[in-house]
Structures are given as structure tokens and as C-alpha cells.
């Protein structure tokens, strides 16, 4: 039973340690969010599972403050697509 808690509690811990990461103002966001993808992916093979979704959002809080403005500008028009349309790339792109 104490090991189970104590194991629980680990998992917890290092569940919000991911979630907490952040990159520097800067920082090199490739390197970074890459990190980020190995981390989880360590995770994982420990039993601790971080979801698409707590995934989607601990890159979104843990970016520079005008790079996390820009993506989930981004994301918010992307979800006014139909999903059953692409977005060309150059849409993207800033001007």
C-alpha cells in the first residue's frame, strides 16, 4: 500500500514537472520542443501518460509569451476550418 501511494505521488510529481517546463525568452524553441517530445516520450516508458490535449497545452504555456500568442492564434483559425480541409502552409506564414 505504501509503495502504491508513494508511486502514485511520484507519478503525479513528474506529471506536473512536464507540465511545468518552460522555455527561455531566449532559449532555442527547436531544442526546446524537442526536449519536450524526449521527456514525454520518457514518461511514458515509466508509466506516467501525458495526453494530447495536457500535451498541446504545456507547449502552448511553455513557449516565449509573442510565439505562445502567434500559435494559438493560430490554432483558434485553424479550428474554423472544416476538418475536412487542408491549410496550405502559406496561410501561415506571417506577412
Do not use: H
Not at 500500500?1 to 508513494?6: A, C, G, R, V, W
Not at 509573442?66 to 479550428?79: E, G, H, M, V, W
Amino acid at each position: 500500500m505504501e509503495y502504491t501511494s508513494k508511486g502514485a505521488y511520484t507519478q503525479t510529481d513528474l506529471c506536473q514537472k512536464f507540465m511545468d517546463m518552460r522555455c527561455t525568452d531566449k532559449g532555442n524553441v527547436c531544442a526546446f520542443l524537442d526536449d519536450l517530445r524526449v521527456k514525454r516520450e520518457e514518461l511514458a516508458l515509466v508509466g506516467v501518460d501525458i495526453d494530447q490535449k495536457d500535451c498541446r497545452s504545456t507547449i502552448l504555456a511553455s513557449l516565449p509569451l509573442a510565439l505562445s500568442n502567434f500559435a494559438s492564434t493560430q490554432l483558434a483559425a485553424a479550428r474554423m476550418w472544416p476538418p475536412t480541409k487542408t491549410i496550405a502552409s502559406q496561410m501561415l506564414e506571417l506577412r
